[in-house]
């Protein structure tokens, strides 16, 4: 009912000024007014018993309040009782106590004096045994230093002679293994050699299949693409019969007819479905076909990719087996070196024993005498110890005395004050509690006169409603009775249009013949010329750049000069390499150490390619689409020409789709503008009404102008692309061939000169590249000694002169760390060079999304000489929501200034931390900001303040402390100051804490100010400021 008079009210908007003078049996906007004026009526009374429902429910709380209040007030006043006579019983036993605790300090006292005269005899024995040890104790450690150092030496010279050992043995295993390296890398070598003459046999035979089935390809796709054409002017011919024949049924036209275009349509499917099958099955042959050229491709490239490993692995061969050769002279001669160093090192070290005995024998002599002083100097100090621990003892116990009368001062002065203020809150509590019962009895006698007016509220609701639903019924009549001559009138105007198809097929014929010719044929040219360029341009470069090339390999002055220069170029690279390359890395190993010390051609089938090529026939006998092998072919030569075929190639498919596009009938045909409507005759109408013949009218000019648009793109569509592509293919060949000629003539002699230059820079390239080789492996080993020798030198001299900073240690500057926490991450950074830092160490810190960073880099200017120096700039926050178990991580990349070889240098380290608890909290206070002193029924009322604290992150097992204090106006409110515990809370638990207070009449108009303070493990957390302003 509801939804039905929501579409009328919509109907109603829609209808113009002149429609409100409708006959009575349709004219429904009286009603509708009517209906709205009684739902207002029933709303109102609703509201009036909403209000009434409200009052009884606040009185009748009111009445449970107070109840409440005075069972409460009676626990009080039994409560103040207790505490008053706990307080009298208490006081005199504590006086009692404090008089005995001052007796006790004065013994401890006379104690205490005693022990500190014989301290200071004990003192003074002690510092005469000190000056007698002193002197031998002096002279006992330079001799043990003396020792040491002797000590030292022969473990140096043990440590030669053991090394010089270790390395004969090892040079002589070394040696040997050099040996068994070099017989085995020459068999490898001729293994491989064999194999890579089997690889080239079977890559020839690839290639022979490769071409054959190319060859089957392109003959299979010229075949498939007339089969597409057929097909796609099939699948066009039975769309447009099958637009036919439902056209044909939605009109209403003969049965002969309609038979007829079923006849064309499930011929035209037929033939269409032979096609596509013929189709799919040249497809399945064509996929085949390519899936075998693809397979023999692939084991062609794999065969060229073990070739050209082969090569290199052959050519790593035999420099290794070279290298190998010197490494043996070399090992010989380190050999003899080593036998002679590990005798001298055995020789210094037996007169090194000798020496050590002897100063041995002196120091036992000297040790005896300090022994026997030092355990007298110990027996003193042990007397000494026992006196001031007993001395400290005594001064505790005083303290402790001290402290304890105070504290129990302090309670005995707490509870006689405590006593007059729990009396006169007894006699407070009795006054309320008779104020509350009288309350009690004016709010039931409210709730009874609510309750009559609530009975006669809800008997005129009922009334209202009756009268709804009467006038509803007489609306919904009226508007329904015109919503039916509404759909009549527009009927009348469809029943009136004729002539519309005929007229719509006779535009469609006319537009599909002249757009066609203009079209078909501008498409024709274009495609066909663009198509000639790019022909012509594939085949002058895969023919032209073969022939220059094979000159340019001949060219006799290029293979000489590559012989020369090579070969001086091979002994100069080899010694720059060992000074720029292989110093530099033999410095930074070297460094390294230090920094751990504490501070104090052309292809063989390319060429074989361009043979092939020059041996196949011309192909500018005929102009023929370029075939799958000729395009391969154009694009691994790499000419000038590559930006032309590409640029060409990106054009003939473009066109190529604007073609495809324009033989589309939806992409050319243009909606008619003007529509030649007939007359019609809407008279007839409802009793003539205005708002009816206009629907008529309206709905006779739509049909009509949807019938003829329909009837004309039909027809476009069944005559339009058969004619396009006649236009197109007229004019499509010429522009090939007038494009082919002077293109092909230009491009020719572009890819001929292209392909001379190369050749001659190949065949340079690879006699200069084999010359090189060879020269500079026969001069490397030298090279590399020397390079070693001079880094070694270079990197002592370079820390003399020169800040050497690196990482020492990192931390954090707090132990413990939780959400929400400021913390500092702190990097000591070591100097082993006596030069102060002048430059600068740049820290670059990253970390995960736990930890939230002022910024990511810092840079360190001041590390002095020879120290270690601690960077405490690094500072973050942990995110506010982080909970305890979390790890915080931190990566720190330093960049710190190079060496001489090294602009600068890297160093890095990672840090992590588990977070502790998180205390983070949401905290609600609800509370009455502006209260009333009294009540309806002239009593003090109590109010509650309900404070909620819910930890937002995680569990929290210890808790939270609270604690309500009053801030200003403390003689306004009644209120004790108190401090109350949560226990533990779980995660996103809402736990309450409830406090009550009173204010006296004298409060009224005043600004009370409260706070709420809440801490965990006595760290404050929250602190929330509550206003009340009490009135009344």
């Known amino acids: 009912m509801k939804l039905q008079t929501l579409a009328v009210l919509a109907t109603l908007l829609s209808i113009p000024v002149m429609a409100q003078t409708l006959p009575d049996e349709i004219n429904h906007q009286p009603y509708l007014e009517n209906l709205r004026s009684i739902q207002g009526q029933i709303s109102q009374q609703r509201n009036v018993i909403s209000n009434l429902n409200s009052d ?13 209040f005075i069972a409460q007030k009676h626990k009080e006043i039994q409560n103040h009782e207790s505490e008053i006579a706990e307080h009298r019983s208490v006081i005199p036993q504590l006086q009692r106590d404090i008089q005995n605790k001052r007796s006790q300090i004065s013994q401890h006292e006379a104690e205490r004096q005693r022990l500190e005269n014989n301290l200071q005899n004990l003192r003074a024995q002690e510092q005469q045994v000190r000056s007698q040890l002193r002197p031998l104790e002096a002279s006992l450690n330079v001799k043990k230093d003396q020792i040491r150092r002797m000590e030292q030496e022969l473990s140096q010279f043990q440590r030669e002679e053991s090394s010089a050992a270790q390395k004969v043995a090892e040079l002589t295993r070394r040696g040997q293994q050099l040996d068994s390296e070099v017989t085995q890398e020459r068999a490898q070598q001729e293994s491989m050699k064999q194999e890579l003459r089997q690889i080239e046999a079977k890559i020839a035979q690839i290639q022979a299949s490769i071409q054959t089935q190319e060859s089957s390809l392109a003959t299979q796709q010229n075949a498939i693409r007339t089969e597409e054409g057929k097909l796609s002017a099939l699948n066009d011919r039975v769309r447009e019969y099958q637009d036919e024949v439902n056209r044909l049924r939605a009109s209403g036209a003969p049965a002969d007819q309609i038979q007829m275009a079923e006849r064309k349509l499930n011929a035209a499917t037929s033939k269409r479905d032979e096609v596509s099958q013929s189709l799919n099955s040249m497809r399945n042959e064509i996929a085949a076909t390519q899936s075998r050229i693809n397979q023999l491709k692939s084991q062609i490239e794999s065969e060229r990719r073990n070739q050209g490993t082969l090569t290199a692995r052959i050519s790593q061969s035999e420099q290794r087996e070279r290298e190998l050769v010197a490494r043996r002279q070399s090992t010989n001669q380190e050999l003899s070196a080593a036998n002679a160093e590990a005798i001298s090192a055995q020789r210094r070290g037996q007169a090194k024993v000798e020496q050590i005995r002897q100063a041995q024998v002196d120091l036992r002599s000297d040790e005896s005498t300090v022994l026997r002083l030092q355990q007298n100097l110990n027996a003193l100090n042990t007397s000494i110890d026992q006196n001031r621990a007993a001395e400290s003892s005594a001064r505790d116990a005083i303290n402790q005395l001290n402290h304890q009368i105070t504290n129990l001062s302090s309670d005995e002065r707490q509870r006689t004050h405590a006593i007059p203020q729990l ?6 509590a009795r006054s309320d509690i008779s104020k509350s019962e009288q309350a009690i009895r004016t709010a039931q006698a409210e709730e009874s006169q609510f309750l009559r007016d ?18 509803e019924d007489q609306y919904e009549t009226r508007l329904s009775l015109y919503n039916r001559y509404f759909n009549e009138s527009n009927e009348l ?5 004729v002539n519309a198809d005929k007229l719509g097929q006779q535009a469609g014929l006319l537009m599909s013949k002249v757009k066609s010719e203009s079209v ?5 040219k274009e495609l066909g010329s663009s198509e000639g360029k790019y022909w012509a341009t594939v085949r002058a470069e895969i023919q032209g750049y073969p022939k220059g090339y094979k000159l340019g390999l001949i060219s006799q002055d290029d293979i000489q000069r590559g012989i020369r220069e090579g070969q001086a170029k091979g002994y100069e690279a080899s010694h720059a390499h060992a000074q720029s390359q292989l110093k530099p890395k033999f410095f930074d190993g070297f ?10 051609a052309v292809s063989n089938k390319m060429l074989k390619t361009f043979n092939e090529l020059l041996s196949r026939e011309s192909v500018t006998a005929g102009i023929d689409p370029v075939t799958a092998p000729e395009l391969q072919t154009s694009q691994e030569i790499l000419s000038s020409l590559d930006a032309v075929v590409s640029a060409s190639s990106k054009e003939v498919s473009k066109l190529n789709g604007k073609y495809q596009s324009l033989s589309s009938p939806a992409t050319v045909f243009e909606t008619p503008t003007t529509i030649p409507y007939g007359t019609v005759q809407c008279g007839k109408v409802y009793k003539g009404i205005q708002i009816f013949k206009d629907a008529c009218a309206s709905s006779y000019k739509e049909h009509f102008r949807n019938i003829f648009v329909d009837m004309a793109d039909s027809t476009f569509a069944d005559n339009y692309p058969a004619l396009f592509h006649a236009e197109a293919k007229k004019t499509r060949p010429d522009a090939q061939t007038n494009a082919f000629n002077p293109q092909f003539q230009s491009a020719f002699k572009t890819a001929e000169n292209d392909g001379l230059l190369q050749g001659k820079e190949d065949i340079y390239n690879s006699t200069y590249n084999e010359n090189y080789k060879n020269s500079y492996a026969s001069e490397l080993p030298a090279a590399t000694e020397k390079a070693k020798l001079d880094a070694k030198g270079e990197v002592k001299t370079w820390i003399q002169q020169n800040a050497t900073v690196t990482i020492e240690s990192n931390s954090f500057s707090r132990q413990t760390i939780r959400g929400g926490d400021e913390v500092k991450l702190l990097v000591d950074l070591k100097n082993l060079s006596p030069q102060d830092l002048k430059s600068s160490v740049l820290l670059k810190v990253s970390t995960n999304p736990n930890v939230q960073l002022t910024r990511t880099e810092y840079a360190v200017t001041k590390v002095p000489g020879s120290k270690i120096s601690r960077f405490e700039e690094i500072t973050f926050k942990v995110p506010a929501n982080a909970r305890s178990g979390e790890k915080i991580s931190f990566k720190v990349d330093a960049v710190m200034p190079g060496h001489k070889y090294q602009n600068q240098r890297s160093e890095s380290f990672k840090i992590e931390k588990t977070l502790a608890a998180n205390p983070k909290i949401e905290v609600k206070a609800d509370y009455d900001s502006r209260p009333d002193i009294r009540s309806i029924v002239l009593r003090t009322k109590i109010h509650k303040l309900v404070y909620t604290i819910t930890p937002v992150i995680e569990d929290i097992a210890d808790g939270y402390e609270v604690l309500m204090e009053v801030e200003t106006e403390k003689n306004y409110i009644n209120l004790q100051a108190s401090t109350k515990l949560t226990g533990p809370v779980k995660a996103n638990e809402a736990k309450k804490i409830e406090y009550s207070y009173t204010f006296p009449k004298q409060a009224k108009n005043r600004k009370i100010m409260l706070k709420l303070t809440v801490k965990y ?14 009135s009344n």
């Open 493 to 497: 105007g469809q029943s009136q249009v």
């Open 520 to 524: 078909g044929s501008a498409i024709g």
């Open 56 to 68: 009884i429910a606040e009185a009748r709380r009111y009445i449970q309040e107070s109840r409440a």
């Open 423 to 428: 009396e006169a809150a007894v006699r407070a």
């Open 1017 to 1030: 493990l006595g760290e404050v957390i929250q602190v929330t400021p509550i206003e009340l302003h009490p």
């Open 591 to 600: 460094y390294l150490e230090e920094l751990k010390k504490p501070v104090v």
């Open 454 to 471: 609530l009975s006669n509220a809800e008997s005129r609701l009922s009334q209202l409603r009756s009268n709804e639903s009467s006038t």
